[in-house]
């Protein structure tokens, strides 16, 4: 069973730094690709995120581009999330996804428990 748990969250002060960490366990990843999404008080989870596991390629969403960088540690099966410059309205709690495809399946998701985070103006 694919677990992942997520750190890095907090208050921090606008144009501020933060990064997140996603430790992920249960399986290897190849196959799999990784991000992170968010979710602020009223509003639908976004995704801001993506790292693809094989190859690393990235996907962001408009919003964070030039501010955020995703990231990849294979030997720690861990991904980063690197948020700089950060605004009030990146505030929301974050979570961690992987998702890979299997036949007959199609897609399937795990979830992280999400980690809080405040930017105050």
């Known amino acids: 069973q694919v677990q992942l748990v997520e750190s890095g969250g907090g208050l921090v002060q606008v144009g501020g730094s933060l990064r997140l960490s996603c430790a992920a366990s249960?399986?290897?990843?190849?196959?799999?690709?990784m991000g992170w999404f968010r979710q602020a008080p009223g509003k639908e989870r976004e995704l801001v995120a993506t790292i693809y596991w094989s190859g690393g390629s990235t996907d962001y969403a408009d919003s964070v581009k030039g501010r955020f960088t995703i990231s990849r540690d294979a030997a720690k099966n861990t991904v980063y999330l690197q948020m700089n410059s950060l605004k009030p309205e990146d505030t929301a709690v974050y979570y961690c996804n992987a998702y890979t495809y299997r036949p007959q399946v199609g897609r399937v998701d795990y979830w992280g428990q999400g980690t809080q985070v405040t930017v105050s103006s």
């Open positions: 249960g399986r290897t990843f190849s196959g799999y690709a």
